[in-house]
């Protein structure tokens, strides 16, 4: 079983920066893909920045230029370096992870994690 364990969030002052971090445990081979999805009160979970194993990254026009999505394939882990924080990216965070490959011939879809709150004050 994989399990994703988030770390990082909190309450911060708009302009303010926070660097969130996921780590993958459990038989794991390689991961193809992990991100991080956002969802706030009343809104649908969307998709904040996701990044590749051979690190193709895909970021939200929301937080281009803002946001940094990087990841350590040896440690299964994913980082979101969030800066110029404004209230509107106030939501719970979720990681993901895409494509788990727990042995060499086989891999499950989709893992997530159970969430982190950020919360930015005006």
């Known amino acids: 079983q994989v399990q994703l364990v988030e770390s990082g969030g909190g309450l911060v002052q708009a302009g303010g920066s926070l660097r969130l971090s996921c780590a993958a445990s459990?038989?794991?081979?390689?991961?193809?893909?992990m991100g991080w999805y956002r969802q706030a009160p009343g809104k649908q979970r969307e998709l904040v920045a996701a990044i590749t194993s051979g690190g193709s990254i895909n970021y939200a026009d929301s937080v281009k230029g803002r946001f940094t999505i990087s990841r350590d394939n040896a440690k299964n882990t994913v980082y979101l370096q969030m800066n110029s924080l404004k209230p509107e990216d106030t939501a719970v965070y979720y990681c993901?992870?895409?494509?788990?490959?727990?042995?060499?011939?086989?891999?499950?879809?989709?893992?997530w994690g159970q969430g982190t709150q950020v919360t930015v004050s005006p």
């Open positions: 993901n992870a895409d494509r788990v490959w727990v042995r060499p011939d086989r891999y499950e879809n989709r893992y």
């Open positions: 459990g038989i794991i081979f390689s991961i193809s893909a």
